[in-house]
């Protein structure tokens, strides 16, 4: 597509756009800092297989290179006891099926075309720049959102029937999903429209900036020749004819032209102008219920959302590239400069008042239009809870099935500060009406899920929600000036955190699970009560970072005095092989543009490396026996049916590390783990992710001046991608 115009002009004037707006860009960059060729020539049909039957794995990344996948065998349940359950022999021949349903998660489906985003302190993108800054870009995210159509079409394969079989042969029919957090990517109103539009099925439209001529009257003057023509197009650093001439170069992936570090990678003319065209999707066939995470309520994952941030992203300056030499701490001081309408680094995009941010009664208010599902769940927030915060209460809890209780969680770090507020927390209101609703399930003799964005050791924000900007007047958007403000009146302190979670289900024997994302990786870890039992946590991988995977969940009661959650991970429906290198893009499906953000997805040069199983790629993947699992543990119901008499036996081992039924003694390496990771889990009180497993290993908070207009955080070093 045609060059768009530079921004020129620094000897002669200031930029063109407002103070606040260059205080705006500093503060998004610290938000984003917390926070070959050939294919396998084997098709790899993927659409109606779980990973029971198939699995998808990669050669070996190498700098430099470009690695391909191809299909692989699958795997089957790997039994878990963890010292919480035991797996008595018949279970399969008396398992009932109690509910079924999915796991959806971390879609952080981006707007990348977006001002309000800050590539430009991506290290992979620019190698001065070190991992502080990392997770503000990936090669594959213009293709989330066709990824994410076809994990949902791969859902929907298995509506009609369950994976497990029952006791008498018979399968159970899905009843609903979940969508764990990180739905957008950095709370905007357009990129949580197009969520919504994957959920419930319609029309998708995945591009952004407007043709309306009102819409430019921010811009700054001569730019905007021409700029409402590529509308239509991808605008961003993704196109080396985009930017001004300074930032053409290698430091992102060009589809077009692939160059430096990007050289080895796949070639697919138009690319980026195809990944804009709207496309229709069938939406979810079960009802879908949603959750808060950290990139749905607060500005790239981290920060509180304020005007300056807002003015960034409506208008139309984006920066695309920071100025050569700079390491990361100079690039953020001298982010007013790159922004500013002289600099070599910074373009006009066209300019989209849908980029606006969403406040978290927005967010609400958007879901609720989706009358089977009750709102996506919103329409069951608690009459009392949603008066009192006003509007703020993104948290619940409803019946989906006889003799369950469902919670959902809201995490979110709301006082937003760069760095620990990517991870979350508890408000006490929150934490007090958690326990009013597990005594409720206890009286009621009920099982209790639960399931929210952060996992217990990702909770270890301690910032209050009254850190967020105050509320003050509503502005053209709806929402207060601020939209991340603190709507919520009552006291947040004291602020809860993992060990307080943790030691309140422990306390709560008829919690038997709680189901997060955030990670981006497959887990699975008991923990134990004291006394015998105890609950699972499950954790799935993201929607935008390799595997790119969702989970089939299911409790079965083996009437035998112990449940079964069996996990079942589903690759999306995308086909393993994917167009040829020099295959030009505009004539191709949105089946085969998730194969490219697959592909792509498994060789970003930030992708997690190979843990200790072994196995390429496996950060995301997690182990062996994270992935299709039976846990095991003991059924907490007064009412549960009583173990049989017959005595146990010991079933055959098949051959490998790996067990397909296991006695009580076997699977001792996961046992092993087991122990450790439930000890972990307790420890986010502290601050600290277990044994730095999780991807926050420090801090770099830093105030730095923006002309004199404000200041800065820094935010989070990054030891891996994860929202």
Known sequence: MARVPQIAGLARRRPAVSAAALVGVAGLVAGAAGSGLAQAPTSGATLGKSTLEQTIRGEPRSPGAFAALSPAPGEPHVVREGQIGTARAGRERRRRSLVYFAQLTDFQLSDEESPARVEFVDSSADDPLNS???????????????????????????AGASPVTQGDGTRAKLGFALTTGDSADSQQRNETEAVLRLLEGGRVITNSGSSDPADYERC???????????????????????????????AFYDPDEPLGQFAAFPRFPGLMDRAQVAFDTPGLAVPSYVTFGNHDALAQGNQAANAAFEEVGTSCVKVFAPAPGLDGASTLAAAPLLLGSASPRAGVVPPDPARQFVSKRQYKELHRADAE????????VDAEQERASSGA???????????????????????????????????????????SELAAAKEADELVV??????????????????????????????????????????????????????LLK????????????????????????????????????????????????????RDGTLSIFGTVLD????????????????????????IGRLIGYNDPQAASANDTGEVGAGGL???????????????????????????????????RDRSDLDQGTDRAADRRDDGSAQATGAGAGGADSGGSLPFTGLALGLLAAGGAGCVALGVALRRRVG
């Open 132 to 158: 502080p800054f990392g997770a503000a870009w990936r090669p594959q995210e213009a293709l989330v959102a066709h990824m994410t159509d076809q994990s949902i079409r791969q859902v929907n394969s298995f």
């Open 220 to 250: 700054p003057r001569g730019t905007t020749a021409g700029l409402a023509q590529e509308a239509p197009l991808y605008t961003g650093v993704q196109d080396y004819d985009d930017g001004p001439p300074a930032t053409a170069g290698t």
């Open 373 to 380: 599902s009750q709102g996506h769940g919103f329409d069951l």
């Open 393 to 435: 209460a993104g948290y619940y809890a409803w019946t989906p099935a006889p003799g369950f209780r469902f919670i959902a969680l809201d995490t979110v770090s709301e006082g937003g500060v760069a760095g620990p507020s990517a991870n979350g927390n508890l408000d006490d209101p929150q934490f007090r009406w958690l326990g």
């Open 450 to 503: 639960l399931f929210g964005h952060h996992p217990i050791a990702s909770l270890s924000s301690p910032i209050p929600d009254e850190a967020a900007p105050p509320c003050t007047a509503p502005d053209r958007h709806g929402h207060d000036v601020n939209p991340g403000c603190d709507l919520d009146p009552r006291n947040s302190q004291p602020i809860h955190q993992g060990a307080d979670l943790q030691a």
């Open 507 to 558: 306390a709560s024997p008829n919690v038997i699970a709680l189901v997060s994302g955030h990670t981006h990786e497959n887990r699975a870890a008991p923990v134990p009560r004291e006394g015998g039992g105890g609950f699972w946590a499950i954790e799935t991988a993201a929607e935008i970072d390799f595997p790119h995977q969702n989970r089939l969940l299911e409790v079965m009661d083996n």
């Open 572 to 595: 999306n429906a995308a086909p393993v092989a994917t167009p040829p290198s020099g295959t030009a893009a505009g004539e191709l499906g949105v089946a085969e543009l998730a194969s």
């Open 622 to 656: 997690g182990r062996r026996e994270d992935r299709n699992v039976e846990l095991l543990l003991r059924d907490p119901r007064a009412s549960a049916a009583q173990a049989p008499a017959t005595p146990r036996r010991r079933p055959a081992r098949r051959r490998g």
